[in-house]
T-cell receptor, first 111, second 114 residues
Framework: TQLLEQSPQFLSIQEGENLTVYCNSS?????LQWYRQEPGEGPVLLVT?????EVKKLKRLTFQFGDARKDSSLHITAAQPGDTGLYLC???????????FGGGTRVLVKP | NAGVTQTPKFQVLKTGQSMTLQCAQD?????MSWYRQDPGMGLRLIHY???????DQGEVPNGYNVSRSTTEDFPLRLLSAAPSQTSVYFC?????????????FGPGTRLLVL
């Protein structure tokens, strides 16, 4: 069983502060995805990273895939209340038919 | 396109009752899957299908059955509901699962088993 561990489980910050969410595993993934989920809705894909060491930026969000493709991080710069939500990482193996999700990080950005 | 649709949105069952959660997609996706989401546990894969007529078990398949007779539909059946199956259920679809294909999720079905 491949496990993806996310930390922290919960993060509460003030508007304008920066935050980082981590996603770690002992297994190697062919790709890793980050999703954001709002209450009462399904997760929505933010980004997919596939190359070890890859860094992708989406406005104020920066995603990094570890060199060994076992871990990833999501960094939000100058967080806004609209960034509030549950952030989920998910990894797929090269063998490929299953997507494994982390436990999620709940982010609250207070105005 | 409607994307991924799920019905019902909310359901209350008594222990031992059976029901079917419906999922449909209109994107001609081959890959479909069912997850359950419990507090602090992210999403856990129940069953998945790589195409019509093909299904396989995920991480937590016990107590659930699936079938895939068409590309569009992937119903999830609870044979005899138990309180431990109280959860939010999400259906997802994608063109495939290779190399980070985007998974499209439905809005979820909230199930309460008394």
């Amino acid at each position: 069983t491949q496990l993806l561990e996310q930390s922290p489980q919960f993060l509460s910050i003030q508007e304008g502060e920066n935050l980082t969410v981590y996603c770690n595993s002992s297994s190697v993934f062919s790709s890793l995805q980050w999703y954001r989920q709002e209450p009462g809705e399904g997760p929505v894909l933010l980004v997919t990273v596939v190359t070890g060491g890859e860094v992708k930026k989406l406005k104020r969000l920066t995603f990094q895939f570890g060199d060994a493709r076992k871990d990833s991080s999501l960094h939000i710069t100058a967080a806004q209340p609209g960034d509030t939500g549950l952030y989920l990482c998910a990894g797929a193996t090269a063998a490929g038919n299953k997507l494994t999700f982390g436990g999620g990080t709940r982010v609250l950005v207070k105005p | 396109n409607a994307g991924v649709t799920q019905t019902p949105k909310f359901q209350v069952l008594k222990t031992g009752q059976s029901m079917t959660l419906q999922c449909a997609q209109d994107m001609n996706h081959e890959y479909m899957s069912w997850y359950r989401q419990d507090p602090g546990m992210g999403l856990r894969l129940i069953h998945y299908s790589v195409g019509a007529g093909i299904t396989d078990q995920g991480e937590v398949p016990n107590g659930y059955n699936v079938s895939r007779s068409t590309t569009e539909d992937f119903p999830l059946r609870l044979l005899s509901a138990a309180p431990s199956q109280t959860s939010v259920y999400f259906c997802a679809s994608s063109y495939s699962l290779g190399w980070g294909e985007t998974q499209y999720f439905g809005p979820g079905t909230r199930l309460l088993v008394l």
